[in-house]
C-alpha cells in the first residue's frame, strides 16, 4: 500500500517541517506509542476519581442502548505481523469485532496490546511494510478493507471512518488558522458546505465558544482542550459513519478529559454515529461504550456489554484493570497496580499469554492457549478458569505468584 494519498481528513492537511508528504497516521501511531509506553509503568493507574461518574453515566447510556443497529463494520479473525516473514511478530492474533451503527465500541488494554494498529486497519492506515496481513477480514459495509483499490480506500478515509488521535497540537497544522483547516475538510469531504457558515456550524457543535472569533485563532492560540475539539470538529466535516478515537484524552488535564469525553458521548447522540474509543483507561469506558473488547498481548481476552463488563468482569486481567482504578471511597493509599508488564512482540509467554502475571495462573496454563469462549451470552473470555476461586499453593502454578499474594493481601484501607 505504501504512502497512500488522500488519506483521512486530518491527515491530508498534515504539517511537516521538512514539507514532507509522510504518512500521518504512521507518524501518530508511532508518537501514541512513544507515549503510550511512558505510561506503561502506571498503566490504568492514570484514571481519575472522576471514572465513578462516568461509570455511573455509561451505565445509563448502557440501559438506554438499543442493540438493534445494521452492521456497520465487522472484523473478523484479523492477523497481523511485524518483522521479517521467517520470524514474524504477530501484533494482531485472529482479533473479531463487530461495531453496528449508532453503536459505540471501546478497546482496552495496556499500552503495547495491540489497540492502535487493529484501529488504523480499519481504514488501512497501517504501512505494509513494515506491517502485513496474514488472515482474516474487515468488512465495512460488507466490503473487504484488505482486497480494496486505492481509489476505494480514499473514499472511505475521512468520508466513512474518521481518526483522531492523542496529541492534537501536533495533528493541526501550526501555520493555518483553526477554521481554515475545518473549511479543508470540508473542500475534501462536501465541497458544497465548505464556507464559513458550516465551519461555526461545526464549532458550535464540538462547543467551542464564540465560534466566529475562535475560527480565525491559530492552534498554538488555543488550549489542547480546544485544539482536541477542533479536531473533532475536522473529523465531524467529513460525516463519518465511523469515528475512531485513539487515547482522545491522555493529554490532556484531567477536567478537559472529562469535557472532551461528555463531548464525544453528545456527539453519539446527536449525531448517532458509531464510534470505536480506545483507551488504557477503564474509568472512562462506562460513560461512553456499549460494548467493550479488553485486549491483552494482540488478543482479545473478554468482550461484553459496557455494564456486563463494568459491573460483572469475568478475566483476571479484565478484573485487575478494574481493580487499578480509584475508588472514591476505598480511601487506600495506593493504586492495585498489576504486576509485571505486557510482555514485547516476539516474546509472549506460553500457553495463556498472561499467566506470569495473573493471580488464578494455575500449572496447566502455560500449557496451551486458552480460546475465547462465549461463557454467557454475549460474554466472551479467554481463560480457563474465568470461574474457579484463586489456586491453592498446590493448585497454583508458581508459589511466589506474585499477583496472587497481592489478591490474597487483605485491601488496604
Ligand atoms: N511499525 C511498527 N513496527 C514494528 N512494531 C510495531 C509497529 N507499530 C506497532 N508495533 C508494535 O505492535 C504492538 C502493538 O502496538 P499498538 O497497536 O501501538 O499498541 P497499543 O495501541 O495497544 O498501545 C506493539 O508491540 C508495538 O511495538
Ligand atoms: S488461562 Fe490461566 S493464566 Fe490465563 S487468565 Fe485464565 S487463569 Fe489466568
Ligand atoms: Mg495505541
Known amino acids: 500500500m505504501g504512502k497512500e494519498r488522500g488519506v483521512s481528513s486530518q491527515c491530508r492537511r498534515r504539517w511537516s517541517p521538512q514539507g514532507q508528504s509522510d504518512d500521518f497516521a504512521l507518524q501518530q501511531a508511532n508518537r501514541n506509542r512513544r507515549f503510550g509506553d511512558r505510561r506503561s509503568g502506571y498503566t490504568v493507574a492514570t484514571a481519575t476519581v472522576l471514572a465513578f461518574n462516568f461509570l455511573g453515566d455509561g451505565l445509563r447510556d448502557a440501559r438506554r442502548y438499543k442493540n438493534g443497529g445494521m452492521t456497520l463494520l465487522q472484523i473478523r479473525n484479523l492477523k497481523l505481523e511485524f518483522g521479517p516473514p521467517e520470524k514474524p511478530l504477530r501484533a494482531v492474533d485472529d482479533v473479531s469485532l463487530t461495531i453496528n451503527t449508532g453503536e459505540t465500541v471501546c478497546v482496552v488494554g495496556e499500552s503495547g496490546c495491540g489497540k492502535?494498529?487493529?484501529?488504523?486497519?480499519?481504514?488501512?492506515?497501517?504501512p505494509t511494510p513494515p506491517a502485513r496481513y496474514v488472515g482474516g477480514e474487515i468488512l465495512l459495509n460488507?466490503?473487504?478493507?484488505?482486497?480494496?483499490?486505492?481509489?476505494?480506500?480514499?473514499?472511505?478515509r475521512g468520508g466513512v471512518v474518521s481518526y483522531i488521535f492523542q496529541e492534537p497540537g501536533s495533528s493541526l497544522n501550526p501555520v493555518f488558522r483553526a477554521g481554515h483547516q475545518i473549511k479543508e475538510s470540508l473542500k475534501l469531504h462536501r465541497p458544497d458546505v465548505a464556507n464559513d457558515a458550516e465551519v461555526i456550524r461545526l464549532l458550535k457543535l464540538v462547543g467551542i465558544p464564540a465560534p466566529e472569533s475562535r475560527m480565525r485563532d491559530y492552534p498554538h492560540q488555543l488550549s489542547g482542550g480546544?485544539?482536541?475539539?477542533?479536531?473533532?470538529a475536522m473529523a465531524l466535516a467529513a460525516q463519518p459513519r465511523l469515528l475512531v478515537a485513539d487515547e482522545p484524552t491522555t493529554a490532556l488535564?484531567?477536567?478537559?478529559?472529562?469535557?472532551?469525553?461528555?463531548?464525544?458521548?453528545?456527539?453519539?447522540?446527536?449525531?448517532?454515529?458509531?464510534?470505536?474509543?480506545?483507551?488504557?483507561?477503564?474509568?472512562?469506558?462506562?460513560?461512553?461504550a456499549d460494548r467493550v473488547a479488553v485486549m491483552y498481548a494482540g488478543q482479545i481476552v473478554e468482550l461484553a456489554s459496557a455494564m456486563e463488563l463494568l459491573t460483572h468482569p469475568l478475566h483476571p486481567y479484565t478484573q485487575a484493570l478494574l481493580n487499578s482504578v480509584p475508588k472514591l471511597e476505598s480511601g487506600a493509599e495506593r493504586l492495585t497496580a498489576i504486576p509485571g508488564s505486557v510482555p514485547n512482540l516476539g516474546a509472549f509467554p506460553p500457553g495463556c499469554r498472561f499467566h506470569p502475571r495473573c493471580p488464578k495462573a494455575r500449572r496447566d496454563c502455560p500449557q496451551k492457549p486458552p480460546e475465547l469462549a462465549e461463557v454467557e451470552p454475549n460474554h466472551w473470555v479467554r481463560c480457563f478458569y474465568w470461574?474457579?476461586?484463586?489456586?491453592?499453593?498446590?493448585?497454583?502454578?508458581?508459589?511466589?505468584?506474585?499477583?496472587?499474594?497481592?489478591?490474597?493481601?487483605?485491601a488496604r484501607s
Open 253 to 288: 488535564d484531567v477536567t478537559i478529559q472529562a469535557q472532551i469525553i461528555e463531548l464525544l458521548r453528545q456527539l453519539k447522540q446527536e449525531l448517532g454515529m458509531s464510534m470505536l474509543l480506545i483507551t488504557h483507561n477503564l474509568g472512562i469506558v462506562g460513560d461512553v
Open 226 to 232: 480546544m485544539q482536541q475539539r477542533i479536531m473533532i
Open 387 to 410: 470461574n474457579a476461586p484463586l489456586p491453592t499453593p498446590e493448585e497454583g502454578l508458581n508459589p511466589n505468584n506474585p499477583a496472587l499474594i497481592l489478591a490474597r493481601a487483605p
Open 116 to 126: 492502535s494498529v487493529t484501529a488504523l486497519s480499519i481504514a488501512r492506515l497501517v
Open 142 to 156: 460488507g466490503q473487504d478493507v484488505l482486497r480494496m483499490s486505492g481509489a476505494q480506500l480514499r473514499g472511505i
